[in-house]
């Protein structure tokens, strides 16, 4: 691993826990400015243009904001020294970030099935990143399929948040808008990986001006969904949905369109698919088994509990 290759994953590594910190703060500012239909207890919160506004006067919400810009910086000047396939699995590490940082918050002791989980899914990022580095070799895409896989991905994101618009209940609001928003950043990955290319072949200014009007665009739809989906759903949620689509969508996006995968073996390439396996079953797990969905979980239990005792005749026990 070359020595470019070592100081693009260690941006990477601190981005993640930027990201991680950066969308516990944006949540609970988020969250206080959500609106939930009236008359729908159980429907999921929206954040409207003027709640978008009033958390422009939130510190802990520009704080956030903030350290993910800080984390997107670290991150896009990864992505100019190293491939794709290499730097975006990384950000899955801001997963266990998150759920310990939830778990301090509310003063509980991190359970054995959530540290199984935090090894599970590092473990198989650090097998991805290995074999990643050691095949991947860097290309360059016509401006022409760019375009092409913009439109697609475009298609995808709006099939998304329509998805999102329609859905009755927060955990499905949620995971659409984070998915959405997920799919949209895989795509900043890649264009933004393919400008530093262009730039390095000198491009036409012309080309370099379609690539980074891309970027802006992705970037706005994303940044708007995920805020969507922090209002309708806990950050952990959020930050597992990012942290699992948006590098599988990088990484085809890379692959496919820059080439990053010539010189990938076959035996290397199933490994790189068993390491994403593992790391995607931990993020499963760390969702289902944090304190925060435990605690939900124990919540909803409670509450049906109690509509079905209030729903027994008077006089039977």
Do not use: K, N, Y
Request: charged share 10%; net charge positive; hydrophobic share 60%.
């Amino acid at each position: 691993m070359s020595t470019l290759t070592v100081l693009a994953v260690a941006a990477a590594v601190v981005a993640a826990g930027c990201f991680a910190v950066g969308g516990v703060l944006q949540h609970r500012a988020v969250a206080g400015e959500a609106r939930v239909p009236a008359g729908h207890g159980a429907a999921p919160g929206r954040l409207d243009p003027r709640g978008f506004a009033a958390l422009l006067r939130r510190p802990r919400w520009l704080v956030g904001l903030g350290l993910a810009a800080a984390g997107a910086a670290l991150h896009a000047l990864a992505l100019v020294v190293a491939p794709v396939s290499v730097v975006q699995p990384i950000g899955v590490l801001a997963v266990p970030i998150a759920v310990l940082l939830a778990a301090r918050a509310s003063g509980t002791r991190v359970p054995t099935a959530v540290v199984l989980a935090v090894a599970l899914c590092v473990a198989g990022v650090a097998g991805f990143v290995a074999l990643a580095a050691g095949s991947a070799v860097s290309g360059a895409a016509d401006p022409r399929v760019l375009a092409i896989a913009g439109a697609g991905v475009g298609i995808v994101v709006l099939a998304l948040a329509a998805l999102a618009a329609r859905a009755r209940t927060p955990g499905v609001r949620c995971v659409s808008c984070a998915a959405a928003g997920a799919t949209a950043f895989g795509l900043v990955s890649t264009l933004v990986r393919a400008l530093a290319e262009r730039v390095a072949a000198g491009a036409p200014a012309l080309d370099l001006a379609g690539l980074v009007g891309g970027i802006a665009v992705a970037l706005l739809a994303g940044g708007w969904l995920v805020q969507q989906a922090f209002a309708a759903g806990p950050p952990e949620l959020v930050v597992a949905c990012l942290t699992v689509v948006d590098p599988v969508v990088a990484v085809v996006l890379g692959v496919v369109l820059l080439g990053e995968g010539a010189a990938t073996a076959t035996g290397t390439a199933l490994g790189m698919a068993g390491c994403a396996v593992a790391a995607a079953t931990g993020v499963l797990a760390l969702a289902r088994h944090h304190p925060d969905a435990v605690h939900r979980r124990a919540q909803q239990r409670v509450a049906r509990a109690a509509v079905s005792g209030s729903l027994v005749p008077a006089g039977r026990s």
